[in-house]
């Protein structure tokens, strides 16, 4: 397998991308929004340099990697020579529905659709294409670049080829895995959706300032970073998204918090906004 084609290029998929063409992978990162595209190739860029500076990559092999990475608009068009396809767009089942039925029409019969959900099914996600036992959840965490796993999981209808292709290809990505079976949430996104939301009920609640909490969190219970600091990193509207679907599938403990909701509503949507819980405008590289 040689053509990965990453759709998507917020937060998460340039992150993909750049562990793909690195991995060795001719790799196509595709957005709708042109401009949101050009931010992805500046910060794919620096994370290029910052790895050269930190002596992980040589000159030489960067300039490699990059020359097997392109950015394009046009899903239909570059997904024909795709190996393996995965998706990185909002977590909104419609928008992924849209997107699955799109590259299915347009892939290879071989290839592979990945999926980087949080928490959404893949099975579900498997359905709206003619090849459910060749669509799984891939999912890579945030920062791509520094995160040692990606999660796989497999729906009802995925074969056991699909998930050693996926296995394999996160692995030459420099990636260690764990393959699991499909529920909502997974492991991560269960545990990591009930700490950050519950962080935000303490907040309306008065118990702490944010540093307060995360200190607490970072030093009492030994968490690398604290709920807030993490959820302004994963994106606040993302980690609304999250909550609402885990809400609907597994009930009232997931019940986003009323004041996420406000932060969502006023736009406040964590390090890709400027400011989330913490105000970043001044302070970014
Ligand atoms: P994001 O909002 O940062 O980026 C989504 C990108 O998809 C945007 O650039 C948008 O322009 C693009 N897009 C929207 N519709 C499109 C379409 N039809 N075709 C092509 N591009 C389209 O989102 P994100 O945080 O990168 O999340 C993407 C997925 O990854 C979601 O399913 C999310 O749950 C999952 N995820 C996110 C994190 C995280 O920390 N943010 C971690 C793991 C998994």
């Known amino acids: ?95 992924k529905k849209n997107i699955f039925e799109v590259i299915d029409q347009h892939a290879k019969a071989q290839c592979v659709f990945a999926t980087n959900t949080s928490t959404m099914s893949p099975t579900e996600i498997g359905s709206f294409t003619k090849r459910p036992d060749k669509v799984i959840a891939m999912h890579f965490f945030n920062p791509v670049h520094k995160m040692p796993l990606v999660e796989i999981i497999k729906g009802l209808e995925t074969s056991e080829e699909t998930a050693l292709f996926i296995k394999r290809a ?43 909490i995360d200190k607490a969190i970072k030093l009492g219970l030994n968490y690398p970073m604290g709920p807030f600091e993490l959820g302004d990193l994963v994106g606040l509207d993302t980690r609304l998204n999250n909550l609402n679907y885990l809400h609907a599938k597994l009930g009232e403990k997931y019940r986003p918090a009323p004041l996420l909701e406000q932060y969502v509503k006023a736009g406040r949507l964590g390090r890709k906004s400027g400011r989330g819980v913490y105000d970043y405008r001044s302070k970014e590289d």
């Open 170 to 212: 996160a692995e030459q990505m420099g990636k260690e895995t764990v393959v699991i079976n499909e529920f909502p949430g997974f492991v991560t996104s269960r545990i990591s959706a009930l700490v950050g939301n519950e962080a935000f009920y303490m907040l309306q609640e008065g118990v702490g300032t944010p540093e307060e």
């Open 1 to 95: 397998m040689k053509n990965v084609v990453v759709i998507g290029s917020g937060v998460m998929g340039r992150g993909i991308a750049y562990v793909s063409a690195a991995g060795g992978f001719l790799t196509t990162l595709i957005d709708i929004n042109e401009n949101q595209l050009k931010h992805a190739e500046k910060e794919v860029n620096a994370i290029f340099e910052k790895g050269v500076l930190r002596k992980k990559l040589t000159l030489e092999s960067m300039e490699e990697a990059k020359s097997r990475l392109h950015y394009s608009i046009s899903l239909s068009q570059n997904v024909k020579e795709a190996d393996l396809v995965i998706e990185a767009v909002p977590e909104v089942m419609e928008i």
